[in-house]
């Protein structure tokens, strides 16, 4: 009788570690899920599951994702294809496009983006369905370090005026910078979508000083922040979401 007892006693007592060891996983398992962001799409739309995604860690792109959305948009959200864009809107071909010469004799550099020639004001947007803002300035004369060729041909470094300017980061692997904005409508970590407006085209920078009517430069970087002509964005296969992963701390970071 008291073997009994002492078996039943076990058996709830273990049942009720059993309850508590899974609600703990459970807990956990949900926690994990929050963690995770998925990228899919719904009748040709955008869809992203797990809202908060400052806070996560993993993004899951769906094939349906890659599929839809592995070709750049047109930063005007024009509907216009990314290579009748760059046909469309560059005046000059051997001053506009990527890789045309710039610098002066002491430090010379190539156009690390295209100019693309829209009418003051024009308003633009992310050239993928889904980012997160990594740069912002409203400072008209806001200057980014850039690598150059000194007349020795040596490497050097040289400023460059930017002007107002927004950067984002895709889960493609590749980001892309506005420059000489005349106003930006975005903040540093904003998750920005295929309609987010990011600022206007305008005449800031070393734009003031060219002589050249308002235009976007629109520059295209891989995971590692160097520049690539964007017409090869068109054949660009590279995958890399280690460096969006990292973005996501953005805001517990210092730089
Ligand atoms: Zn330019």
Redesign the pocket.
């Known amino acids: 009788m008291k073997t009994a007892v002492i078996v039943r006693t076990l058996i709830v007592f273990c049942l009720l570690i059993c309850i508590v060891v899974q609600a703990t996983m459970i807990k956990k398992m949900n926690k994990k899920l929050e963690q995770v962001v998925i990228l899919d799409v719904d009748n040709d739309s955008l869809v992203t599951y797990s809202p908060e995604f400052l806070e996560s860690k993993t993004v899951v792109l769906t094939p349906r994702y890659v599929d839809r959305f592995s070709t750049c948009q047109s930063p005007f959200r024009d509907g216009k294809e990314f290579n009748t864009l760059l046909k469309e809107y560059v005046h000059s071909n051997w001053a506009?496009l990527y890789g045309a010469r710039r610098g002066s004799k002491a430090c010379r550099r190539i156009?690390e983006?295209?100019?693309l020639f829209v009418p003051e004001n024009t308003p633009v947007y992310p050239i993928a369905a889904y980012g997160i803002v990594t740069e912002v300035s409203d400072n008209p004369n806001f200057m980014i370090e850039v690598g150059c060729t000194r007349e020795d041909g040596t490497a050097g470094t040289t400023l460059v005026e930017y002007g107002k300017i927004v950067r984002v980061a895709y889960p493609e692997g590749i980001e892309s910078v506005y420059?000489h904005l005349n106003d930006v409508f975005v903040e540093l970590g904003q998750e920005v979508f295929a309609d987010t407006q990011l600022g206007i085209t305008g005449i800031t920078g070393n734009l003031v000083r060219s002589g050249k009517p308002s235009h976007l430069?629109l520059e295209l970087r891989d995971a590692d922040h160097v520049s690539f002509d964007p017409r090869n964005r068109l054949r660009y296969n590279k995958t890399n979401f280690s460096h969006f992963l990292a973005l996501l701390n953005l805001g517990e970071t210092d730089d």
């Open positions: 506009d156009h983006g295209i100019d420059a430069h």
